[in-house]
Antibody, heavy 120, light 110 residues
Framework: QLQLQESGPGLVKPSETLSLTCTVSGGSVSSSSYYWSWIRQPPGKGLEWIGGIYYTGSTYYNPPLKSRVTISVDTSKNQFSLKVNSVTAADTAVYYC????????????WGRGTLVTVPS | QTVVTQEPSFSVSPGGTVTLTCGLSSGSVSTTFYPSWYQQTPGQAPRTLIYYTNTRSSGVPDRFSGSILGNKAALTITGAQADDEADYYCVLYMGNDLWVFGGGTKLTVL
């Protein structure tokens, strides 16, 4: 069974860079036809797709966040990562990593999520 | 930017049937948007219910079904149970490697 686990600092200062890693077990980030995504949820609000990386290494981002976000993959560690720079309190959220199916364009496996707080 | 619309809230009686919808601020939802549905209970990660409009994810009870109704995607719960009380999100694939979540529907079972 595929499992995803987010890790990283729970507190990031304003204007600094948020960095999270998703460790994949029970499967490979190099598997064809899958993409590896980040999704976030501010407290009490809905889900927002941040972006993702395809097994080929191609990246794609939600346009409103594109200028501040970088997603990368480390196949040797079976991990993928998220960086959001110049954070503000509006970036406070639970951050989820998820696997996407390239056949039917949906998210089939999710991590448990990790809360990142940016104080105002 | 395209907005995916969902009812903010809905209520259903135990044993009843409810249909939640997922629309677009401009245009119609069709199967080409590969609509998918997710259930989220407080403090938990989303759970995948439906993908490719009407395919149930592994382990999802058959009281959950997906469809296209008119110009929207729809999630129908038949014979609602207390533990169906949750937030429900739809996601549409907009093409060009872009996914958009709806704002979610808070379903109350009472």
């Amino acid at each position: 069974q595929l499992q995803l686990q987010e890790s990283g600092p729970g507190l990031v200062k304003p204007s600094e860079t948020l960095s999270l890693t998703c460790t994949v077990s029970g499967g490979s980030v190099s598997s064809s036809s899958y993409y590896w995504s980040w999704i976030r949820q501010p407290p009490g609000k809905g889900l927002e797709w941040i972006g993702g990386i395809y097994y080929t290494g191609s990246t794609y981002y939600n346009p409103p966040l594109k200028s501040r976000v970088t997603i990368s993959v480390d196949t040797s560690k079976n991990q993928f990562s998220l960086k959001v720079n110049s954070v503000t309190a509006a970036d406070t959220a639970v951050y989820y990593c998820a696997r996407g199916s390239g056949w039917y364009w949906y998210f089939d496996f999710w991590g448990r999520g990790t809360l990142v707080t940016v104080p105002s | 930017q395209t907005v995916v619309t969902q009812e903010p809230s809905f209520s259903v009686s135990p044993g009843g049937t409810v249909t939640l919808t997922c629309g677009l601020s401009s245009g119609s939802v069709s199967t080409t948007f590969y609509p998918s549905w997710y259930q989220q209970t407080p403090g938990q990660a989303p759970r995948t219910l439906i993908y490719y409009t009407n395919t149930r994810s592994s382990g999802v009870p058959d009281r959950f079904s997906g469809s296209i109704l008119g110009n929207k995607a729809a999630l129908t719960i038949t014979g609602a149970q207390a533990d169906d009380e949750a937030d429900y999100y739809c996601v549409l694939y907009m093409g060009n490697d872009l996914w958009v979540f709806g704002g979610g529907t808070k379903l109350t079972v009472l």
